[in-house]
């Protein structure tokens, strides 16, 4: 009896999407970058939605 998902093709799943991966991959880490260089500017520095800038004051408190 077969499985439940019938037969199964032995066909490249990963090899041909590759190039899509990689570049999923390098615009997370354009975004992340990006993100965390506007999470530094003077305008959000000491934004108290600014999750950098919460857990800087919840050090500056502990000490």
Same mark, same amino acid.
């Given at each position: 009896?077969?499985? *439940? *998902?019938? $037969?199964?093709? %032995? /066909? %490249?799943? =990963? $090899? %041909? *999407? +590759?190039?899509?991966? /990689? =570049?999923? &991959?390098?615009?997370?880490?354009?975004?992340?970058? &990006?993100?965390? &260089?506007?999470?530094?500017? @003077?305008? +959000? $520095?000491? @934004? !108290?939605?600014? !999750? =950098? #800038? /919460?857990? #800087? &004051? =919840? $050090?500056? @408190? /502990?000490?």
């Amino acid at each position: 009896m077969p499985g *439940l *998902l019938g $037969k199964k093709f %032995p /066909a %490249p799943i =990963a $090899k %041909p *999407l +590759w190039p899509f991966f /990689a =570049a999923g &991959a390098i615009i997370m880490y354009g975004v992340n970058s &990006a993100q965390n &260089a506007m999470m530094q500017t @003077d305008e +959000w $520095k000491n @934004d !108290p939605r600014n !999750p =950098a #800038a /919460a857990s #800087a &004051a =919840a $050090k500056k @408190d /502990a000490h």
